[in-house]
């Protein structure tokens, strides 16, 4: 890469902080946790992006006792000299300026973050104070800046104290300290775990760079340091670590062009599940985009050219799919490139389309480069083996559930009788009751509106289909196929969102350890077979009350123990008012819908995809299949995707 000289001018947008204060959540997405975090990794980005050009190789993050944050890197120290246009330090116009900072031209740099990029000085404005010190040709500078309230108004990010030498150093660098305002943010209560987290895939993301993490806010304060010689890796072999599993060889690839870097790790093991994790200028992009896209292609492509050149498929062998290639491979794939587009709804997925063609060419090369070695020959082996024994799985699993279906038909006869269809054939208003037992199936069938309304009561438990790899067991399971048939949607690769018939999927189960276990096991069997329901928040889980509370002909009910004792209290109820419900089927069918089925007063609860990770931990099999499948989940779900509180409510 080209290193130009920082040159003052590449300046172009000159603008003060104001905005930012007047409206946080257009700079920093909100002003609770996530952009608490936010203006955290601002700063650290800047250090990141000058350790990712190489002119530093370490990269410092504290949690101060008082609540401050220190960021320090050992880079060339932000520049101190006189704008010629500003007339200020360059190093104020960093963090007093809007937009200010060779990022948006890219002339100083060759790749900078994407996300992170709106600069040091959002930070700033939305600080109490913020110091900044640069080791710099043997010397030690200062800058203050703060928030100060005068009249009724908070000027931000102002200067305190004005840029002074104050000491000699031989060090050299940038070292930030700033307190964020309680002024914006609701708390200022970090999450050291995901900062420590943070802190090591940075590590892994940029080898050679050392991170740290320090948090002088616990009892104990503690440092973590983080450094990988071989990049992703050991990146790979750390999310692999638990896998008891057979393992492959780690294949490992980089290339450089002027303009695109690619760093990718792969490594499969004997497990069935694909995880890829990518990135692009060190942010995670979990909706995937382009470079995977492009990564997906080549590796599809390469491994078939190659199990026909080495005679693994014969002549009228149809190809592998890429689905078959991807049974148990981890990848870590990171790419640097310029001007990158982020889309998609959380602005995780990579837009850029000429980065498919780039990366597919690329990593199609470094594939040819890796497998001509007689080394890797093993390597390749085991990659065909396990797409082979993927294929046959499929096909068979293929056939079982075309035989399936013509015994179930699917929309007809098996349906009748237990299914209870609603009249409206329009799914934007129809939604479907999944219930437990045919008692309570019954009561919901009467009590519904059968307008928009559809019941589908279960017998007995469904099977568990995380236990059972077996798609011929699945697929002829009477509870699960129903379930299939009513939804239309088909499943796995079959699956279609469009054939959807209900917007609204809701289980209905007791609240006692059997209704919980059959919750469990639908959520499960929806994560596997149709997870794009669970993706795109068409699953629930409604919730009946525990009681109910009846008083001179005033009936309440209660969703717990909580609001139990309110009602009582409220009602002057005592204990021969109360009616504890062991379960749904002891509801008439007008207590049903008051309190489970009106779209009015019911309160139903939208499952996530961590949810059901928490959820699926649960099953026993997941117990049983090894720490290494829960390390994934929590490594999936709790690093990236943080939330509070599991499930997200909504009132009817
Ligand atoms: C410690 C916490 C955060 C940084 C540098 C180094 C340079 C730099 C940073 O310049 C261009 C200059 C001022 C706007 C570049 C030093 C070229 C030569 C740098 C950091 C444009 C960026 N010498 N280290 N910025 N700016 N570390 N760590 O912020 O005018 S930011």
Not at 105 to 119: I, M, Q, T
Not at 185 to 196: L, R, T, V
Not at 235 to 242: E, F, L, S, T, V
């Amino acid at each position: 890469m080209a290193k130009e000289r920082y040159n003052a001018e590449s300046i172009t947008v000159l603008k003060g902080l104001d905005p930012v204060r007047k409206r946080p959540g257009m700079y920093i997405g909100n002003t609770s946790t996530y952009g608490l975090h936010h203006i955290v990794w601002e700063i650290v980005d800047n250090s990141i992006d000058e350790a990712a050009n190489k002119f530093a190789n370490k990269v410092d993050l504290t949690l101060n006792e008082d609540g401050s944050v220190t960021v320090e890197d050992n880079g060339r120290g932000i520049p101190v000299d006189i704008h010629p246009e500003a007339k200020i330090p360059a190093v104020e116009l960093v963090f007093t300026k809007l937009h200010a900072g060779g990022k948006f031209n890219n002339k100083n740099y060759s790749f900078a973050g994407g996300l992170h990029g709106v600069g040091a000085s959002v930070t700033n404005a939305l600080c109490e104070w913020l110091n900044v010190e640069v080791y710099r040709d043997g010397y030690v500078y200062r800058e203050e800046f703060y928030s100060p309230e005068m009249n009724g108004e908070v000027y931000s990010g102002i200067v305190k104290t004005p840029l002074k030498k104050i000491g000699k150093t031989n060090k050299k660098g940038t070292k930030v300290t700033f307190m964020p305002d309680k002024r914006v943010f609701d708390s200022i209560k970090y999450d050291p775990e995901m900062m420590e987290n943070k802190m090591r895939e940075l590590a892994f993301l940029n080898k050679g760079v050392k991170t740290t993490f320090t948090n002088n806010r616990d009892e104990n304060p503690s440092t973590m340091e983080f450094y990988y010689e071989n990049g992703l890796y050991d990146y790979i072999d750390y999310i692999n670590d638990g896998v008891e599993e057979a393992k492959n060889k780690i294949i490992y690839l980089s290339a450089e062009m002027p303009k695109l870097k690619i760093e990718v790790a792969i490594q499969h093991t004997k497990t069935y599940n694909e995880h890829m994790y990518s990135f692009v200028n060190n942010i995670r992009t979990a909706e995937g985009g382009t470079h995977e896209a492009g990564f997906r292609n080549a590796f599809t492509r390469f491994m078939n050219d190659y199990a026909r050149d080495n005679n693994f498929l014969k002549a009228k062998d149809p190809n592998f799919s890429g689905d078959d290639f991807r049974e148990g491979m981890t990848t870590v794939l990171a790419i640097k490139m310029q001007d990158a587009q982020f889309e998609g709804q959380t602005k995780g997925k990579l837009g850029n389309q000429d980065i498919r063609a780039a990366v597919e060419s690329l990593v199609y090369e470094k594939l040819s480069e890796f497998f001509k070695s007689p080394k890797n020959k093993a390597c390749a082996t085991f990659i065909l083996a396990q797409a082979q024994s993927a294929y046959k799985t499929r096909e068979a699993a293929r056939k079982a559930k075309q035989e399936q279906r013509q015994k179930n038909s699917i929309n007809g006869a098996t349906l009748v009788g237990k299914f209870a269809a609603c009249t409206s054939k329009n799914p934007q208003e129809c939604e479907l009751f999944i219930v437990e037992g045919d008692s309570a199936g019954g009561s919901a069938k009467q009590g519904r509106d059968r307008r928009t309304q559809a019941v589908l009561p279960l017998r007995g438990k469904p099977l568990n289909v995380l236990k059972s790899n077996s798609r011929e067991k699945i697929y002829s399971n009477e509870e699960i196929m129903t379930i299939i048939a009513a939804l239309g949607t088909d499943t796995e690769a079959d699956f279609k969102m469009d054939n959807l018939r209900f917007h609204k999927i809701i289980i209905l189960s007791d609240a006692d350890y059997d209704g919980y276990h059959i919750r469990t096991l639908l959520l499960a069997m929806f994560f596997k077979l149709m997870p794009e329901l669970i993706e795109q928040g068409k699953v629930y889980v409604g919730m009946p009350p525990l009681y109910k509370v009846e008083k001179k002909g005033v009936i309440k009910y209660a969703f717990n123990d909580e609001e139990l004792d309110e009602l009582t209290a409220e009602m002057k109820a005592g204990a021969g008012d109360i009616q504890r419900y062991k379960g749904l089927g002891e509801m008439s069918k007008e207590q049903l819908w008051d309190t489970t089925l009106n779209p009015r007063t019911r309160i139903l609860t939208r499952v996530t995809l961590e949810d059901v990770a928490s959820a699926v931990e649960m099953l026993d099999i997941f117990m049983n299949d090894g720490a290494q499948k829960r390390k994934e989940y929590i490594f999936r779900h709790a690093k990236f995707n943080k939330v509070d509180t599991f499930m997200e409510k909504y009132g009817g």
